[in-house]
């Protein structure tokens, strides 16, 4: 039998326990990840870190080259995927070559959301997802003294508190759609901004954000239905949605994720998605619910390994550890207090 041929697509949590995990179950396959981005695994949570300076860029990256070598695997990083043939087992990488394979794992997590309404202003928007998302900040944050966050998600606490240590002006408008994987009841709207008041940030309260204008390279004006504030860099964070764009068109069933039963598998034979990406099937609920978080990405991804590689292990969730937020059912491994 000839050497089988395994590919995932993503170098995140998922990806990378996938890939170990098909070691594992295979010594002599070829097991190949790629990755758009151009550098190692990081560790997502150490950002606000970094852009504080209490954490250096080289602690921010696990994971040597070594590690990949040492097992076998080969690590394609900047290299993205733009499309993929599932009736020819073969995916399209952005700079034309043709990648064939016998399994794939798709792995390709979320991306930050920056709502349909704020999308006209979103080259005003910083975000933060990457290690160059951060390196941004950074350079920004040489420039201006004053910072106003949009948002409420997971991770704007914890940049909340980077730049009140750098000693910026730091103001919150807290906003009800982006309190994603939450839902901001009147009660955790006074909670968090009794908690943000007290770490010396200003909370703009607001209903809604008019319009957003630059008036010089590190000067924007936000105008909301109460007031008109001027500030130096605006951060939004709205939460986080599946990165699938690429695979429109290709036949999987995509929803707001990756559609997959609860064993991991796409409609197609040995193709499987796991982590941020994908929308899980519960028999119980009889729906999809969406993961987020590092270690639900990490089981999901051992778990699509191991189903690709024979087994037949269903996710069980119970119905109760999954909340639903505007229609979307979430279960995360993540700290979800604010
Ligand atoms: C700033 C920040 C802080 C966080 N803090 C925490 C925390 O404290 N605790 C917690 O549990 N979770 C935290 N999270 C969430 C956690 O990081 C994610 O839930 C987790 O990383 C999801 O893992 P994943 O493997 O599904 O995808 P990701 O880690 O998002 O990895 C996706 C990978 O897919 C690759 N990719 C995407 N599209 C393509 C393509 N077309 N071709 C090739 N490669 C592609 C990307 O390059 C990337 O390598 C945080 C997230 C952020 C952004």
């Known amino acids: 039998m000839s050497v089988q041929r395994f590919v995932i697509i993503g170098n995140g949590p998922a990806a990378n326990h996938a890939a170990d995990t098909l070691r594992q179950q295979f010594s002599e396959s070829r097991i190949t990840i790629f990755s758009k981005d151009p550098f190692r695994s ?54 034309r070559e043709v990648v064939p394979f016998d399994g794939l794992i798709i792995a390709t997590g979320a991306k930050p959301r920056i709502p349909e309404k704020f999308q006209l202003f979103a080259d005003m928007m910083l975000t933060l997802k990457t290690p160059i998302d951060a ?17 409420g998600d ?16 730091t103001r919150f408008i807290l906003t009800e759609e982006a309190f994603w994987p939450s839902v901001l009841t009147n009660e955790i709207y006074k909670t968090a901004t009794d908690r943000l008041e007290r770490l010396g940030i200003e909370i703009v309260h607001c209903r809604r954000i008019r319009r957003i204008a630059r008036l010089g390279e590190n000067s924007l004006e936000i105008e909301t239905d109460r007031e008109v504030i001027e500030t130096g860099a605006l951060g939004a964070f709205f939460g986080l949605v599946p990165d699938v764009g690429f695979l429109t068109k290709t036949g999987l069933d995509i929803d707001r994720g990756i559609l997959v039963d609860e064993f991991l598998k796409t409609r197609f034979e040995g193709v499987y998605a796991a982590g941020d990406c994908a929308q899980v099937y519960h028999p119980v609920l009889r729906d999809y619910w969406v993961s987020i978080g590092y270690e639900n990405a990490a089981f999901l991804g051992r778990t699509a390994a191991l189903n690709l590689a024979g087994s037949h292990l269903q996710v069980t969730l119970k119905a109760e550890s999954i909340l639903e937020v505007g229609g979307v059912k979430v279960n995360t491994s993540w700290w979800t207090e604010f």
């Not at 300076?53 to 097992?71: A, C, N, S, T």
């Not at 390196?135 to 948002?151: A, F, N, R, T, Y």
């Open 42 to 95: 990081y560790r997502p949570h150490l950002l606000p870190d970094f852009i504080s300076g209490l954490v250096k860029e080289q602690e921010i990256y696990f994971r040597p080259y070594d590690y990949y070598k040492e097992r076998d695997i080969t690590l394609r990083l900047g290299q993205a995927v733009v499309g993929v043939d599932f009736s020819r087992n073969r995916l399209f990488l952005e700079h």
């Open 154 to 169: 997971l991770t704007s606490l914890s940049l909340t508190k980077a730049l009140v240590k750098l000693g910026k002006r």
């Open 135 to 151: 390196k941004m900040w950074i350079q920004k944050l040489l420039d201006v003294e004053s910072v106003v966050i949009v948002g």
